[in-house]
Every structure is written in C-alpha cells, then in structure tokens.
C-alpha cells in the first residue's frame, strides 16, 4: 500500500477536520433554507477563494481546449452529482448519517477499481474496505428504521458516494497535464454553474435573504471547503491510488457524527464507539509503510 509523505498527511488531517464538521454545520444551512441555492452561494464566494490562493501559489490556470471534454467528464463524476444529491439528501437525514452515507465511497472505489479497471486489491485493502463497511453499518445500526421511512434521501446519498468513488478513479488516471489546483478550480467553475441553473429552476420562488446561521455556514463552505478541502481532495486524488485516497480519510464520517452529535444533539451509541476503531484499522490498513521485502 502507498505510504504518504508529510504533506499528504497535513492535507488528510486538515481535510478530515474541515469537511468531518461541515455535516452538521450543512445541516443547518439547509434546515428552512433552499438547499440547491445554499450550494450555489457557496461555490460563486469559495471560487475567488481558490482563485486567489492559485494567484499566490503561482498555479497556472490553462488547459488545453482539447482536455476540456476529459475535464468535464471528471466533474460530472467528481462534482456535478455528489453536491445535487448529497445537499438534498442533508435535508432528510441526520448530518452525522448522510455523512456515513456519503462515505460508504470506499466501498464503491474498490468495487469499481476491481471490476472496472483492473485493479485488485491487496489483502490490506480488502481488510480496509471491510473494516470500513462494518463501521458504516455499525454507525447505521439505531437509524435503519429511520432510514426506511426516508428511502429517497438514503438512495440519493448512496448515488452520491457511487458517483464520487467512480470519479475518484478517473481523477487517479487521468493524463490531463495541468497542474491538480487548476482542474480544482475549473471543475468548481463548472459545478457553480449547474448548481446556480438548478437554483434558478427548482428555487427561486423560494429564495430569500439568509438568516445569520444560514450566512455563517455558507461562509465556512466558501472558504473551508471550495475554497481548501476540494483543492486539497483534488491533490491527493491526483497522486495516491484510489483506495489509498478513499480510505485515508474515513475519519470524516466518525467526526461527523460525534459533530453533529455535540452540535445538534443527535444520540451517539456504543455501536459508534466500536466503529471508531474500525475506521482507525481502515485508514491504518492503507497508511501504515509496508515492510521492505528482504531475500
């Protein structure tokens, strides 16, 4: 399994702090508020975010007129349908479950890869993938009666987290020669745009000014997540394997559980406990180095 480098490891913890209490801080923006506008908010204030910490880092923003069908591709599959279904999905569920929902992508990613793309596991992975499967039915085990009277927004989280692993995968192969930062930011630029279309389509009778709660958490989605967690994802997408990637960042969905927990007083079990351990065995599974093989 691929080991990370000190960098890769400052990206994942930050990463995992970031986007593991943006659940309910989510769940609150959408709670009385037009969810699809709430994204598209988001997106327009984080791209001069991005933009300007690409100007910064001297990131050249090009590519190529003939990467731009390959770049719209990674998008769809990265961006377009996780952000429509995950934030409709926030809505009827509890933030701490349509987190472990969305992050059943590993599951998926390694499925994919091994079906799809000819990429089979080492036992490592597998004992990751399966700690974190166990762990998200441990996380799910007090809500599956709840769930089942929510089929819509389970199915949408579950499309979401499909989706994602199989964009995860074309990101790792992709030949794109632009630097990862700047497909960042034009696969925000095109998700803005549809995310404002839908707005304007299924919302705007509904729009309104934002309260003070719903403006602080589009804020902290600006900045924290278009602005750093896409671009930091993007990176480490780019330059681990698929499920190193995945798998390494399996403390988000614990995080936002016991956020979510502590913000909006959703119960916390043993089974949660218990599946703490098991995304600890998961992320260990992928980034502890392997030994060196001796004669």
Not at 150 to 155: A, D, M, S
Not at 181 to 189: I, R, Y
Not at 190 to 202: G, I, K
Request: glycine share 8%.
């Amino acid at each position: 399994m691929h080991a990370l480098s000190r960098q890769q490891i400052v990206l994942v913890a930050v990463l995992t702090i970031a986007w593991g209490v943006n659940w309910p801080i989510m769940k609150l923006g959408v709670t009385g508020y037009p969810p699809l506008t709430f994204r598209a908010l988001s997106m327009w204030l984080g791209l001069p975010v991005l933009g300007a910490a690409l100007l910064l880092m001297k990131v050249p923003f090009h590519v190529p007129r003939k990467d731009w069908r390959e770049l719209l591709w990674l998008a769809a599959t990265n961006m377009f349908v996780w952000h429509v279904c995950i934030i409709l999905a926030i809505r009827t569920l509890s933030s701490g479950r349509a987190a472990i929902l969305g992050y059943t992508m590993p599951i998926f990613s390694a499925l994919i890869g091994a079906l799809f793309f000819a990429t089979p596991l080492a036992r490592r992975g597998w004992l990751g993938v399966g700690a974190a499967g166990v762990g998200v039915v441990l996380l799910l085990w007090h809500e599956l009666t709840h769930l089942a009277g929510r089929p819509w927004g389970v199915v949408l989280a579950l499309v979401a987290a499909a989706f994602w692993a199989l964009g995860t995968q074309n990101l790792r192969r992709t030949r794109l020669a632009a630097p990862a930062l700047a497909l960042s930011f034009w696969m925000t630029v095109m998700t803005a745009v549809v995310m404002a279309v839908l707005a304007v389509a299924f919302e705007a009778p509904q729009w309104r000014l934002p309260d003070a709660t719903v403006t602080w958490a589009i804020l902290y989605n600006a900045v924290m997540i278009f602005g750093f967690a896409h671009a930091a994802w993007t990176v480490l997408a780019k330059g681990l394997p698929p499920v190193a990637s995945t798998l390494s960042v399996m403390m988000i969905p614990v995080l936002g559980v016991f956020s979510g927990a502590w913000w909006l007083r959703e119960p916390v079990h043993w089974q949660d406990w218990t599946a703490v351990v098991l995304m600890m065995v998961a992320i260990g599974s992928v980034l502890w180095p392997a030994r060196a093989s001796t004669r």
